[in-house]
């Protein structure tokens, strides 16, 4: 079975551009959540979608945006980009968005670099 | 009330070894602690995970201990080989948010 798929793997960008970052979760999975990676860091909490809906945000700023299709793929979009936003930003699926027992699996990445 | 504080930030172990990782949270609401292991430009990938109404988990060579009184939680990991070099990571979830809380990561290296 195919894991959790990012697109793309690296990406240039210079400061005040947009991004547009992309997930396919795991088959049967209906849940996505995106987290942002800094270099020597654990994994921040950005979003959290289930059934194509909302369910958690992190502590980021507006310019971060998400939305999960009827596919349950998603997308992260970042405007306005700045220099700190270099990171690596890891997409997670899980089969339910709630419950005790749910478990996230990560894709490899997208290496996003502002310059 | 949202941290989960990891200990130590790197570990050196010789060969068959026992390596232990630490973390510490604070938020009692947290009911999902599991672990992950990262490899140089990959993806954390999940190793194993414990929920708080039992003491010891083990999978194979890794084993979570965890305590509920003292809000803390280890990763011990036995016959460590150096294909355990990773870092590694600890976190904290509730069931209400989905949302993980990742401490600040392991370096291990693991000598042969």
Known sequence: DAGVTQSPTHLIKTRGQHVTLRCSPISGHKSVS????????GPQFIFQYYEKEERGRGNFPDRFSARQFPNY????????????????????????GRGPLYEQYFGPGTRLTVT | QQQVKQSPQSLIVQKGGISIINCAYENTAFDYFPWYQQFPGKGPALLIAIRP???????????????????????????????DSATYFCAAGSGNTGKLIFGQGTTLQVKP
Request: aromatic share 12%; charged share 15%; glycine share 8%.
């Open chain 1, 34 to 41: 995106w987290y942002q990676q800094v270099l020597g860091q």
């Open chain 1, 73 to 96: 793929s998603s997308e992260l979009n970042v405007n306005a980009l700045l220099l700190g936003d270099s990171a690596l930003y890891l997409c997670a699926s899980s089969f339910g």
């Open chain 2, 53 to 83: 109404d039992v003491s010891e988990k083990k999978e194979g060579r890794f084993t979570i201990s965890f305590n509920k009184s003292a809000k803390q939680f280890s990763l011990h990991i036995m016959d460590s080989q150096p294909g």
